[in-house]
């Protein structure tokens, strides 16, 4: 490491140091309305962030807490934040705050070098990320003893290669990852590398599934996931897709808990974030038949721009018996008779 | 192409049958002939007036000529419109007394060019296929066939799809209440996700004791239609009686594909590893 390199990661670690995100959020406090669960129903928030750059990990910190603080206050036991929540954290890189106020992440980066990539950033500033942001929600969700699905960070693991993860934070200070197994075209551009596992966690709210945003658009996702035993499902996402369009929206969550008769938790990042235009709801969601209006929702955010918590209760009990009464009628031999041969001919190129 | 919404055709035996095909197919073509027609599922049970699915074997549905009488129904209803026709579904039984339900391909000769059996149990039919494929009905266009609720099962559309379907067709019978949201998880859902084009069509009212409320949709990519619905024509499903008509155009779905390579993120390593294995749990 040369002079310019130790100099810029002991600055990064100065700036993450977890005592002191730790020190802060205690001050601050952990008072909230104690509330009686009811046994089988699980009170869900889902946050719908606005994105803003964070030159210091405090920046950061506090609106975590705000945001965490409010759901609480709903009585809320499971909170979902969106995709790439640790995004906001980019702005810590002394610098480059600055830099994309002006211009996108590639074109900050290309003032760098030339073969600058995105996830060559995410290395750089991997360490301190994550930090920061498992300190803070880590301390969070002991200090008001909720679970808290943090959305997803990107980060480099031990073999370099820089990964979009889905965290789950647990009252007893456990934090369950979950890699992104399907990238968009500007992940790949950016030089991430996806996921070839899907696990289901085991928790005192239910057994919870962690993908994140595009493994959504593919029924494949949810159907392990609901095989490997999945009732909750929580997604974070982050669209670049404006003008917001209703119906390419509901080519995502929606449809998959209905195929796979799960619960869907929504949070959604949006607003203008490294050059792009982020639009969506947090959501809540269901099978048809557990919905009020038969819409399949729970509850969803009123706009899909600006920020939203969104609250509703998600009944284990009454989902463990419609999959009892209305059985999923799957056919294994099917599945056995083509699978491997129709996912292998696509692996080798082929085309449709 | 076109697609019905329909009421049963009370048709005494398969002459008459085909003819109401032809009858109903005409009143689209005097408009805008279509190179391939869709009827609902479970038209042909018109021909049964009298049949108890919760009793198939003592019912009429066990009389080998309902199948007999289909097929010659849509071998002539396809030789005399001169285009591809699937003249909905119909139930067979097996020598155990099990319904499954059947739908078939003519060509424009009136060739039988395709079969294909539900693959995923329901309510009424209890014995499945675990074979499918596409079946090429014209200029090297592949269509899918979804019986009943397969539509709702998004293993096959994938399956057909990755085999080279450049067109899924639903003909569906959907029972009573029929909202759009379930519609919406079904063939709209798999035509979204595959990247191809999706035809349903519908039955609706009575038949025997039973209400059907079929809606009737030509699908594509959202990307295909300047609403992002999806929906050719627009404004969605249609709910009155008689056809939809749309040109499909497969060029344009290969613009698609190619402007936005959906599949290619597919990650076959990840389904290695899990499927079809993870079927076989029972979670």
């Not at chain 1, 969070?140 to 993860?165: E, F, K, M, T, W």
């Not at chain 1, 593919?218 to 996931?225: G, K, N, P, S």
């Amino acid at each position: 490491m040369n002079v310019r390199d130790f100099t810029l990661q002991f600055m990064l670690q100065m700036r993450s140091r977890p005592g002191r995100i730790a020190g802060r959020l205690r001050r601050r406090g952990f008072r909230h309305k104690v509330r009686t669960p009811e046994v089988g129903v699980v009170r869900a928030a889902a946050v719908q962030l606005e994105w803003r750059l964070c030159e210091t990990a405090e920046e950061f910190v506090d609106l975590v807490y705000d945001t965490v603080r409010a759901a609480v206050a709903e009585g809320a036991e499971l909170i979902a934040f969106p995709e790439d929540t640790a995004s906001l954290l980019v702005g810590v890189m002394p610098g480059l705050g600055p830099m994309l106020r002006r211009a996108t992440v590639d074109e900050a980066l290309r003032q760098v070098g030339d073969d600058v990539q995105v996830a060559d950033l995410f290395r750089l500033l991997g360490r301190a990320t994550r930090r920061i942001y498992e300190t803070t929600f880590s301390t969070l969700a002991h200090g008001y003893g909720v679970h808290i699905a943090a959305g997803s960070a990107v980060l480099p693991i031990a073999d370099q290669r820089v990964l979009n993860i889905g965290h789950l934070f647990t009252p007893e200070g456990r934090i369950l990852r979950q890699t992104k197994c399907h990238l968009m075209p500007l992940e790949e551009e950016w030089g991430l590398a996806a996921g070839e596992d899907l696990e289901v966690f085991d928790t005192a709210l239910g057994r919870i599934g962690l993908p994140v945003c595009m493994d959504a658009t593919f029924f494949e996702t949810f159907r392990i996931l609901r095989q490997l035993g999945a009732e909750i499902v929580v997604l974070p996402m982050a669209d670049p897709e404006y003008p917001y369009s209703p119906w390419k929206a509901l080519r995502g969550i929606w449809p998959r808990v209905q195929e796979s008769q799960v619960f869907g938790v929504q949070g959604a990042l949006v607003g203008e974030a490294l050059g792009m235009r982020l639009t969506g709801h947090a959501g809540i969601y269901a099978p048809l038949a557990l919905t009020e209006h038969g819409d399949g929702r729970l509850a969803v955010s009123d706009r899909p721009e600006g920020e939203a918590i969104v609250l509703a209760d998600l009944d284990v009990t009454a989902l463990r018996r419609l999959r009892e009464e209305q059985p999923l009628q799957l056919n294994p031999a099917l599945y056995e008779r083509y699978f491997p041969r129709v996912y292998s001919g696509f692996w080798r190129g082929g085309t449709h | 192409m076109a697609t019905f919404r329909l009421p049963p055709f009370a048709a005494p035996d398969a002459a008459s049958f085909g003819r109401a095909l032809v009858q109903a197919a005409e009143s689209t073509a005097q408009r805008n002939p279509a190179d391939l027609y869709l009827f609902p599922g479970l038209l042909a049970l018109g021909l049964l007036p009298q049949f108890d699915l919760a009793d198939p074997e003592g019912s009429a549905l066990a009389d080998a000529s309902l199948k007999d009488a289909y097929l010659a129904a849509g071998s002539y209803a396809a030789r005399t419109l001169g285009a591809v026709v699937i003249p909905g579904t119909v139930y067979l039984v097996t020598p155990q007394g099990r319904l499954q339900q059947y739908a078939a391909v003519f060509d424009r000769q009136g060739n039988l060019v395709g079969e294909q059996l539900q693959t995923h149990r329901d309510a009424v039919v209890q014995a499945v296929s675990d074979e499918i494929s596409p079946v090429a009905v014209d200029a090297g266009v592949k269509v899918g066939l979804l019986v009943g609720r397969d539509a709702w099962y998004p293993e096959v559309s994938r399956i057909l799809t990755l085999q080279g379907a450049d067109i899924l067709l639903a003909p569906l019978a959907p029972p009573a209440p029929y909202p759009s949201e379930e519609a919406l998880w079904g063939l709209w859902q798999e035509v979204q996700q595959n990247q191809v084009f999706g035809v349903e069509a519908g039955l609706f009212g009575m038949l025997g004791d039973l209400a059907y409320a079929g809606r009737a949709a030509i699908v594509a990519p959202c990307e295909m239609t300047e609403d992002d619905s999806g929906f050719l024509p627009r404004p969605g499903y249609f709910v009155g009686t008689g056809a939809q008509v749309a040109t499909l155009r497969v060029d344009d779905i290969q613009k698609v594909r190619r402007d936005y390579p959906l599949l290619r993120h597919l990650n076959p390593g990840l389904y290695r590893k899990y499927l079809p294995l993870v079927y076989r749990r029972l979670p």
